[in-house]
């Protein structure tokens, strides 16, 4: 890194979402006056490492060390808590996180990584919470949001959209068992973040079977993926545990009814979803309970889904950029910048 800019970011960008929030804030920052350079951090062979929950924290971890070495910004932000684990004490920083280690690190293999947790959130200045499902007790947190983006809808939209890149993340089993139950007849279930082969080998193993009207859609171009969450009839989650619910609250910004369940983490879009229609947010995470919600979904006609629409977006306003803009530049820079000089 070359000269002394006013923020560093320390960005690991291991998930297409953290190089979008990442690649977001620093944009902000820059437009409100302040210097921020981004420090990558690359993993190199230590990547293949990573095989369980401990060890792909410590390889982050010390990765994220190796690239903020040096740094002389007159202040830090880490992108992840994980990015913060190993770091020494600087004399001004700030931890941006979607969820804690408390939450989405259980059990033996994410025991060091809750202990140290509680380190680096006592010792940073400003707190950032992607939501404030997310914002630990005890501590007085920004809650700082990425700005969710919209597109205009796809003519060649599936019926109900959903992501399962993660499948056991995201519930694949689940979500298939619910389209089984809601499927009508010519409709399409479209699922992003896995091709075919993939899904079926994960339902295999779970002596589950692919159901009709399934098109696996793989990886998809943001701009395409955008276009088919606003042209879907329905988005269909049935995540285990969800950090932030990224493409949720992108339905939910497009006006697209969103069928979900209860799921731990800092699930954003869960409460909007709930206040916008009790009827499609089951009340397990179960085959049968999402199904009868998602054909609650597929029954709105057209004066519903109008209004669901209009009041969905009045609710996502706080997540435009032009909104998250201004949190930046009106409480983030002064409590962050304040005492850097």
Known sequence: MTGSPDIALVSPGTTFGWRYGDAALARHIRQAGAECEVIA?????????????????????????????????????????????????????????????????????????????????????????????????????????????????????????AYAGNPDKRGLDVLCAAWERARTAGGVLGIGG???????????????????????????????????VAGADAFLSAARIEDFGMAQMEALAAGTPLVCAPAPGGYAALPLAGELAPALVAPERTGEALGRAL???????????????????????????EAVARRVAEELLPRLLASSA
């Not at 597929?298 to 950029?321: I, Q």
């Open 41 to 161: 951090v690359p993993l190199g062979r230590s990547a293949a490492l990573r095989r369980t929950m401990a060890t792909t924290d410590l390889v982050e971890a010390l990765a994220a060390r190796r690239a903020a070495d040096g740094i002389t910004a007159g202040a830090v932000i880490y992108s992840t808590v994980t990015a913060a684990l190993l770091q020494p004490a600087r004399a001004r920083s700030a931890v941006r996180f979607d969820g804690l280690a408390a939450v989405n690190r259980p059990g033996p293999g994410g025991a060091w990584q809750r202990r140290r947790e509680q380190t680096v959130l006592e010792r940073a200045d400003v707190l950032l919470p992607w939501s404030e499902q997310a914002a630990p007790d005890g501590h007085e947190s920004l809650v700082l949001p990425p700005p969710i983006a919209t597109a205009a809808p796809a003519a060649e939209a599936p019926t109900v959209l």
């Open 194 to 228: 896995l091709d075919r082969d993939e899904g079926r080998r994960w339902l295999t193993k779970l002596d589950g079977a692919e159901p009709g009207g399934v098109q696996w859609l793989g990886a998809v171009e943001r701009p395409r993926w955008l276009s088919l």
């Open 295 to 321: 054909s609650a979904a597929l029954a709105l006609g057209g004066p519903e889904r109008a209004d669901y629409a209009r009041r969905a977006r009045g609710l996502l306003e706080p997540y435009s950029d």
